[in-house]
Nanobody, 129 residues
Framework: QVRLVESGGGLVQAGGSLRLSCEAS????????MGWFRQAPGKEREFVLG????????YSADSVKGRFTISRDNAKNTVYLQMNSLKPEDTAIYYC??????????????????????WGQGTQVTVSS
């Protein structure tokens, strides 16, 4: 059983930056592909960015390309979401998710919420205009 805890959310002005962290415990972190999702009020949860279990491959939603990046530090059991040039439409609860991927390619990056096995509790990001 993997436990995921997000941190780093908050209130930021449009154009600003935030870095979210997600620390995992209870499993072998390098076995898991990791993803970030978000859910705005009244909307469905959507994929933001994902990273393969070794970190050699990432995949981004078009809405955040060039502004958000994902990285991971397997020694610290942590995945990060760096968000730059934030817009009011980025306001959402951001969730970290883990997909056990030991039987997949080192470059496997799942992009659907149903692919993921474990979820964090979420952290709120609010971007003011």
């Amino acid at each position: 059983q993997v436990r995921l805890v997000e941190s780093g959310g908050g209130l930021v002005q449009a154009g600003g930056s935030l870095r979210l962290s997600c620390e995992a415990s209870g499993g072998t972190f390098s076995w898991y592909a990791m993803g970030w999702f978000r859910q705005a009020p009244g909307k469905e949860r959507e994929f933001v960015l994902g990273i393969s279990r070794i970190g050699g491959s990432t995949y981004s939603a078009d809405s955040v390309k060039g502004r958000f990046t994902i990285s991971r530090d397997n020694a610290k059991n942590t995945v990060y979401l760096q968000m730059n040039s934030l817009k009011p439409e980025d306001t959402a609860i951001y969730y970290c998710a883990a997909k056990i991927a030991i039987t997949y390619s080192n470059f496997y990056v799942p992009a659907r919420s149903g692919d993921y096995d474990y979820w964090g509790q979420g952290t709120q990001v609010t971007v003011s205009s």
